[in-house]
RNA sequence: CGCGGGAUAGAGCAGUCUGGUAGCUCGCAAGGCUCAUAACCUUGAGGUCAGUGGUUCAAAUCCACUUCCCGCAACCA
């Protein structure tokens, strides 16, 4: 199989408070299935992760916890490394938009901008907070709506009538920090992206993506309405200060976070890799070459789509662009949003404290929002760990592994059998994990996880016509033969799970002594666990989740409303 | 007429691009097995493919319209 180059990036959550199970099924968990996945099959990967931190709420955050910007975004930034690490999200690196190297990338690629004309100044008016002592954007505005009347409507929008505002059509304007109405109009210059100009080349580039029909869509509608130039400063304190060589004029601004959050993808290899960031970013240095994924929840296909490619080809051609954007949809709660203030679902924290990493990771990935919004119920969740990893997979593991060990010991005295019946079955297993195989570099992850699954099934099915137990009563050797075929097979179904519930696959490959990355010669890897092998008889594989649990989770977690 | 996604067995989904006997998992029923976590294996029941109209020898699939659900809507990332 002909290496690939893989470079793999997952939007970067914001910082401010923790991520639910949504940010983890939309984005985090497929981007580094597939991170593994390629790793495992060969391919040089590169999969970067981190938190985008800069903005009004980490602001706001900061100064409702009472501490310095800087020590609010370090504290989340490390909850968030934490929890994902407890995920076993396999990132080579997970960094920051608020480090060194992402100020200086994005101040370099402000300049570039401007050098090739595609920034312009100009003077706004916005809503300035006399007693907040700071501008406010619209959304920090609230008031009552002059249509509907409704007296919690956003500067930018009623969410009552859905109606789209002005901040100066609200009557009684107030803002929504400290609640002062003592409000003012003041004029504030900004630099601005010049998105109209750019949006030829951006369509011409657009072209030659091979992008899913979902992505293509978003982008061209875009396209089609035509790109207004877009504002890519703010009034605010916590950012990258836009460099004063380059804009006299802008003292005080900093940079819009969308407009350096993407550019982290790109600083954060550079924390990682020094100069050899241009190997992965650069096309003249070797990135031409490489394939480029990114993971993202649907609302961010538009700014991965469009902005970023932008701002990119704006500055240099020579940087490299996303081949391919991986959208998913929303996980849901028992139908509902995820609503921390609602205290309505769970979150990455509890998640891991309630159940072992592969759990969700097995649920999240075999379910994965990849067409639709899906419901996330404690009950479908209960039902799939149970049937598929205890029943299925962990339960063949076992009813092998005590048989053998309990009738004949814990070395094999056996090679595997090799009759018609496992000629049959290593043919049909050959042909499925091509198909698996195919499933995952597609990232159709759904359909993967239900191949793995009759994968295992295969196992079960074997073990029941072969009946070693009926078997050994009359011919020791045919029965111990059988079960060292079914050991080998047990061998292959781990390793093909490995980019999915990694810790659980480590642990049964050790205890049955053996290891490996990945099948790509299934005659040969059954013949791996032979005669003289020793293994040991795992205390469990997985456990069960009873219904008692799934009732005291709908309850702690305010499942049913 | 804002944009997009969805509607297929009791539940969750695939199949729609490229029209040709409606499929998978769970649940349910019957049988088998008794090695294993009351697990596993086999078989079966269960569907006017949201609705209406059209194209066609033939429509879940193509076309038109309608209904319902879910997201997004450019200063919230």
Redesign the pocket.
């Known amino acids: 199989m002909k290496k690939e180059k893989i470079l793999i990036t997952c939007?970067?959550?914001?910082v401010?408070g923790l991520p639910h199970l949504g940010?983890l099924a939309g984005c985090l968990l497929p981007s580094d299935v597939y991170a593994r996945f390629n790793r495992l099959i060969g391919n040089e990967t590169l999969y970067i992760g981190g938190t985008?931190e800069?903005?009004?709420?980490?602001e706001l955050g900061a100064k409702k916890e009472g501490i310095d910007v800087l020590e609010y975004t370090t504290k989340y930034h490390n909850l968030h490394k934490d929890i994902y690490k407890k995920f076993n999200l396999s990132f080579d690196y997970f960094g920051r938009t608020s480090s060194n190297e992402n100020t200086e990338l994005s101040q370099q690629i402000a300049r570039e901008l401007a050098q090739n004309g595609y920034i312009e100044e100009r003077e706004?008016e916005?809503v300035f907070s006399i007693d907040d002592d700071m501008?406010?954007?619209?959304?920090?505005i609230v008031g009552t709506c002059p249509y509907c009347g409704a007296t919690n409507a956003?500067?930018?929008?009623c969410e009552s009538c859905?109606k789209?505002l002005d901040p100066k059509d609200l009557i009684d304007a107030h803002s929504a920090v400290s609640g002062s109405t003592n409000l003012e109009v003041r004029k504030t210059k900004?630099l601005y992206l010049k998105?109209s100009k750019l949006s030829d080349k951006v369509r011409e580039w657009v072209n030659t993506r091979n992008w899913n029909?979902?992505t293509v869509?978003?982008a061209n509608?875009?396209l089609d309405?035509?790109?207004?130039d877009?504002?890519i400063t703010?009034d605010l304190k916590w950012g990258i200060p836009v460099p004063l060589d380059t804009f006299p004029d802008m003292k005080d601004k900093v940079f819009?976070?969308?407009f350096d959050?993407p550019i982290g993808y790109i600083s954060i290899t550079k924390e990682l890799l020094g100069d050899g960031y241009k190997n992965w970013w650069l096309e003249s240095c070797g990135a031409k070459d490489e394939k480029y994924v990114e993971f993202?929840?649907?609302?961010?296909v538009?700014?991965h789509s469009?902005m970023f490619p932008a701002t990119l080809i704006g500055a240099n051609s020579d940087y490299k662009k996303v081949d391919i954007l991986k959208g998913l949809?929303?996980l849901?709660f028992n139908?509902?949003?995820f609503s921390k203030s609602a205290n309505r679902g769970i979150f990455a924290d509890s998640a891991i404290a309630e159940f072992p990493a592969d759990y969700w990771r097995y649920w999240l990935i075999k379910?994965a929002p990849?067409?639709?919004?899906?419901?996330f119920t404690f009950e479908?969740f209960a039902?799939?760990i149970?049937?598929?990893?205890?029943?299925?997979?962990?339960?063949?593991?076992?009813?092998?592994l005590?048989?053998y060990s309990?009738k004949i010991g814990t070395t094999l005295q056996h090679n595997p059998a090799n009759g018609e019946k496992e000629q049959a079955l290593k043919a049909e297993l050959s042909s499925k994990i091509s198909s698996y195989t195919k499933y995952l570099s597609e990232m159709e992850f759904?359909?993967a996880m239900?191949e793995l699954?009759?994968i295992w099934?295969l196992g079960?099915?074997y073990?029941?016509?072969m009946?070693?137990?009926?078997v050994f009563k009359t011919d020791t050797e045919k029965s111990g033969e059988i079960l060292a075929f079914a050991m080998n097979l047990m061998r292959i179904f781990l390793i093909l799970a490995r980019p999915v519930i990694p810790e659980t696959v480590e642990k049964i490959l050790s205890s049955l002594n053996t290891s490996g990355d990945w099948i790509n010669d299934v005659e040969a890897e059954m013949n791996t666990i032979v005669k003289g092998h020793n293994f040991e008889v795992p205390a469990?594989?997985?456990?069960?989740i009873t219904p008692e649990k799934v009732t005291e989770l709908n309850e702690k977690y305010n499942a049913k409303k």
């Not at 309405?225 to 207004?228: D, F, M």
């Not at 993202?296 to 961010?300: H, I």
Request: net charge neutral; glycine share 8%; aromatic share 12%.
């Open positions: 939007a970067l959550p914001y401010n940010h985008d800069h903005g009004t709420p980490s706004v916005q501008f406010l954007p619209d959304r920090y956003r500067g930018d929008q859905t789209v900004h998105l029909k979902l869509g978003i509608k875009w309405e035509g790109l207004s877009r504002c703010r819009y976070v969308w959050a993202m929840g649907k609302d961010n538009p700014f469009i949809s929303y849901n139908g509902g949003k379910n990849e067409t639709d919004d899906t419901d479908r039902e799939e149970n049937k598929d990893l205890n029943d299925v997979l962990g339960n063949f593991v076992l009813r092998v005590k048989f309990s759904r359909k239900a699954r009759a099934v079960n099915t073990i029941d016509e009946a070693p137990w009926t469990s594989v997985f456990t069960k």
